[in-house]
């Protein structure tokens, strides 16, 4: 190829990518406004979700106390996990009722998993409501079901447990065992990675419809 070819080809392609890089822009300026619109319209219907007793709902500052709770967040070991913003729920009057807390676990399967809980200001949680949430179908996205999402309101209590049967107080709360129960698998095999502590549990949980995968074994479908 002659210089002045390879220069022209050269020319071309930067002017094909000026463009494209001009239109890529002109649709963000362009979508960007109403996407930001669907996103905090969105929050919105959460909020009311959770604390549907509330008029109206407030921004306020609570960044100072945000860093003290993701301080104490991260001692706790919970992953990555942080607190994002709180917002106030106000009556007709405007007095406050309740608070709108919003987190984020970036340890979700499918991305992050963002959730506004609503809580009264005597400590009483009224709901839960996902902004996000991409886990796999028939496990993890069971988090989203109603039922699923109703175990946690109207609850008072200190703290909400994991536990690995049914519910027997309002601190106890369906985990793994149970969502594998609800969306009728038949048959889970674990590998070396779960180990043998928690192969024993859910062995005792899930019965003939777990087993362990080993060196040789062999499965008839």
């Known amino acids: 190829m002659s210089k002045g070819g390879f220069m022209k080809d050269a020319l071309i392609l930067f002017a094909i990518t000026l463009v494209a890089g001009a239109c890529l822009g002109g649709v963000y300026?362009?979508?960007?406004?109403?996407?930001?619109?669907a996103n905090q319209a969105a929050k919105e219907r959460a909020f009311r979700e959770v604390l549907a007793d509330a008029d109206s709902f407030a921004m306020d500052d609570y960044s100072a106390a945000l860093d003290k709770v993701n301080t104490e967040v991260k001692e706790l070991d919970f992953g990555n996990v942080?607190?994002?913003e709180c917002a106030t729920g106000m009556d007709a009057s405007g007095a406050?009722?309740?608070?709108?807390?919003?987190?984020?676990?970036k340890d979700g399967y499918g991305g992050d998993v963002?959730?506004?809980?609503?809580?009264?200001?005597?400590?009483?949680?009224?709901?839960?409501?996902?902004?996000?949430?991409?886990?796999t179908a028939g496990l993890g996205m069971n988090a989203s079901k109603p039922e699923w999402?109703?175990?946690f309101a109207d609850k008072k209590v200190e703290q909400f447990s994991v536990t690995k049967s049914g519910s027997t107080s309002d601190e106890e709360i369906d985990a793994v065992i149970r969502q594998i129960k609800d969306a009728g698998i038949k048959y889970v095999c674990t590998g070396h990675c779960t180990g043998g502590h928690a192969y024993k549990i859910l062995k005792s949980n899930l019965g003939d419809m777990i087993h362990q995968l080993?060196?040789?074994?062999?499965?008839?479908?």
């Open 149 to 151: 999402k109703g175990q």
């Open 82 to 84: 942080s607190v994002d």
């Open 29 to 37: 300026e362009i979508t960007k406004d109403p996407i930001a619109a």
């Open 114 to 135: 963002t959730v506004s809980v609503g809580i009264t200001t005597d400590g009483e949680v009224k709901g839960i409501e996902f902004l996000t949430l991409n886990e």
């Open 214 to 221: 080993k060196v040789g074994m062999q499965i008839e479908l």
């Open 96 to 105: 406050a009722i309740g608070y709108v807390v919003t987190a984020t676990s």
